[in-house]
């Protein structure tokens, strides 16, 4: 099977997995798709790599110099990490619009849902490297506020523009080289809602950055997709769990097949020490960010496996 026949499985796969969430974002900028196991599915067409439930849709495209980046991270939990798998394209190829301006582009003849066909399509002119950032509506008032405004940046926007955006709740539709991805349920105001939705923070991608620090993407690519796999300790709400044996297991795979060498090697180092009775005193301190971080992952997860009655085999 080919690299990218892999990487269409893997997607598959997790298309059809509840627990598995994906982002198509920038720095500040994301939105995220995220689905319950009770949700009833109005497209499922896993084959195209499409899905949409009431609250969202996504629609991936996976061209034949796509990479993969699996990962992990320190979480500010001292008992837990994070983890993901990054979907990357060379960075001269993963540019996007990069409008600096609200700018209209009229019907969204992509949209997800063909219902919306018609709907006008609006960048937000934040000017992402990696992403459009979009709204797509069909009020009329919004449609004729928001060309107003064509040609101002995102941050010059009015307040009665905004205002008026959240309250309306239009879709917002975020799209890279290897997808797009559409929200539907509202804007949340307060909180961060349940299920599919988006982040837009002028603080952050006003940095101009395709993703955080933490994430360890090469200098010369940059990420289009990212597969979240469920977290063997918490839940879609944030929430701890019992160890997730299978879970854990499932995201290891990846981290084999897709994780960074200097990383992979690390962590199988560090897994035979520990069982060999070596003092982590002594183990040699990495010197990267990511495999210090690799460092303190595999330290909570053999704790984990050890609190848990699992066996403790090397990575």
Not at 180 to 194: A, D, F, N
Not at 259 to 264: S, T
Request: hydrophobic content about 35%; some cysteine; overall charge positive.
């Amino acid at each position: 099977m080919s690299d990218i026949a892999k990487i269409k499985a893997v997607l598959k796969q997790h298309l059809n997995q509840a627990s598995s969430g994906f982002s198509i974002g920038s720095f500040g900028a994301i939105a995220e798709f995220h689905r319950s196991s009770e949700e009833p599915i109005i497209i499922d067409n896993t084959g195209q790599l499409t899905m949409m439930t009431k609250r969202g849709a996504i629609q991936l495209k996976i061209p034949d110099n796509t990479y993969p980046i699996a990962y992990e991270a320190i979480s500010k939990n001292k008992q837990r990490w994070q983890q993901g798998l990054a979907f990357c394209l060379p960075k001269a190829e993963a540019g996007m619009s990069r409008r600096k301006g609200l700018t209209e582009l009229g019907a969204d003849k992509e949209a997800i849902d063909n219902t919306q066909a018609e709907a006008i399509l609006f960048d937000m002119g934040i000017d992402a490297y990696n992403i459009d950032f979009c709204i797509r509506t069909k009020e009329k008032e919004l449609i004729k506020l928001l060309r107003q405004f064509e040609g101002v940046p995102y941050e010059k926007l009015s307040d009665t523009l905004k205002t008026k955006i959240i309250k309306a709740s239009p879709c917002r539709v975020v799209q890279s080289k290897l997808g797009r991805i559409e929200i539907y349920q509202v804007i949340g105001q307060e909180k961060t809602p349940q299920g599919p939705h988006t982040h837009l923070l002028p603080k952050l991608f006003s940095k101009k950055r395709t993703h955080s620090a933490n994430t360890p993407i090469p200098e010369n690519f940059a990420p289009c997709l990212t597969l979240h796999p469920g977290n063997p300790l918490v839940d879609h709400f944030g929430q701890s769990i019992p160890f997730h044996v299978s879970l854990y297991n499932q995201f290891e795979e990846l981290l084999n097949q897709w994780g960074l060498a200097e990383c992979n090697k690390l962590k199988k180092a560090l897994s035979q020490a520990v069982l060999s009775g070596s003092s982590i005193v002594d183990f040699p301190k990495p010197l990267s960010r990511e495999a210090r971080a690799t460092l303190r992952v595999t330290l909570r997860q053999m704790a984990q496996q050890e609190m848990n009655g699992q066996a403790l085999v090397p990575t």
